[in-house]
């Protein structure tokens, strides 16, 4: 109930913010964790340092921008990136997966289902620019959009490692990952929780191409161009056509799911996976 107020807050919070940074005559808004430049291609750029962490209060953030790009009929398509150096997105926010109760982790699958539902059946054209490490959470973030571009990093790793962490990939994160590689990669990768080099994943498909670092918004913007000279209701309509069985899917069984994911992630033998994991995070820093 307390989430929901705080959602209509931030809903509010961010029109307001977005009329007032328009009539400074920047095409852009912001709230605190998402600022979105809409001059040009637009241009959603995820702030939530020091990794991207999509904890709840991002995800909204992300949730309330995307619905006000989609919203308005004179954005086609979005780049979606990242503002913090050398990480895309560090995926899910394991605090809200660790140690809360089970009211919270209902509430932030939720909102987790909400986004990718928005993202993976967006009508605008989505182009990610994946300027850094991109494990689970934002390796899906990535597989939501129509292409992907990835920096020629070998430090920036890209995947399902969620077996890794000792946690499953939900059956949607597996959907989605089967529809971009096949079958075949993605039942290894996401058994073994790989976490591809961007050569690896441009050979397997995970990312459909890899440029120089300095090149990948250049490159996002000049890939969206070409999408964007296709008309928008083919386009639209095979997006769909290609899409809505994955998001049908989960649309049938949100609430199953929701009940699926708290009584998993509730459990001790889980909750103690997690919590040797962000050990392993800290002392990782040494
Ligand atoms: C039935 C279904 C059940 C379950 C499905 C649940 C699905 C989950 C999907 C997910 O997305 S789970 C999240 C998976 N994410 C990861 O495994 C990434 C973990 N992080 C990293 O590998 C690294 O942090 C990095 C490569 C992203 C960045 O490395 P580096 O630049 O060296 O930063 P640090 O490792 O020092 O991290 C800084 C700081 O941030 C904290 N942190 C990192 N990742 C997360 C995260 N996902 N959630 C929350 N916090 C995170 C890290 O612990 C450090 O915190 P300090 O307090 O020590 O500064």
Not at 104 to 120: D, G, I, P, S, T
Not at 236 to 262: C, G, H, S, V, Y
């Amino acid at each position: 109930m307390a989430l929901a107020a705080a959602r209509r807050l931030l809903l509010h919070a961010g029109s307001r913010l977005g009329r007032r940074e328009a009539v400074d005559g920047a095409r852009r808004f912001a709230n605190k964790r998402v600022l979105v430049e809409t001059e040009g291609p637009a241009v959603m750029k995820l702030r939530n340092p020091p990794v991207n962490s999509l904890s709840l209060e991002c995800l909204t953030e992300f949730t309330i921008s995307l619905e006000k790009l989609e919203n308005d009929k004179s954005i086609r398509g979005v780049i979606l990136t990242s503002e913090c150096p050398g990480i895309f997105s560090a995926g899910l926010d394991l605090l809200e997966m660790y140690g809360r109760n089970p009211a919270h982790y209902a509430e932030y699958w939720k909102n987790v289902q909400e986004l990718w539902l928005r993202l993976y059946t967006s009508n605008m054209i989505l182009v990610s620019a994946i300027n850094g490490a991109s494990p689970a959470g934002g390796c899906l973030l990535a597989l939501c959009c129509d292409y992907r571009v990835m920096a020629d990093n070998p430090k920036y790793t890209i995947g399902l490692n969620e077996s890794l962490l000792g946690i499953v990939a939900p059956f949607w994160f597996k959907d989605m990952y089967v529809n971009t590689i096949g079958h075949r990669e993605a039942e290894r990768a996401l058994q073994l929780g790989t976490l591809f080099s961007p050569a690896e994943a441009l050979k397997v498909g995970v990312v459909d191409e890899v440029v120089p670092e300095d090149q990948v918004h250049s490159k996002a913007r000049s890939v969206m161009t070409k999408w964007l000279a296709i008309p928008d209701h083919s386009r639209q309509l095979t997006k769909n056509m290609m899409r809505k069985a994955t998001a049908d899917n989960l649309i049938k069984q949100r609430e199953a799911d929701i009940q699926n994911f708290t009584s998993f992630i509730s459990k001790d033998s889980i909750q103690k996976s997690l919590h040797m994991y962000l050990e392993k995070l800290k002392q990782k820093k040494g």
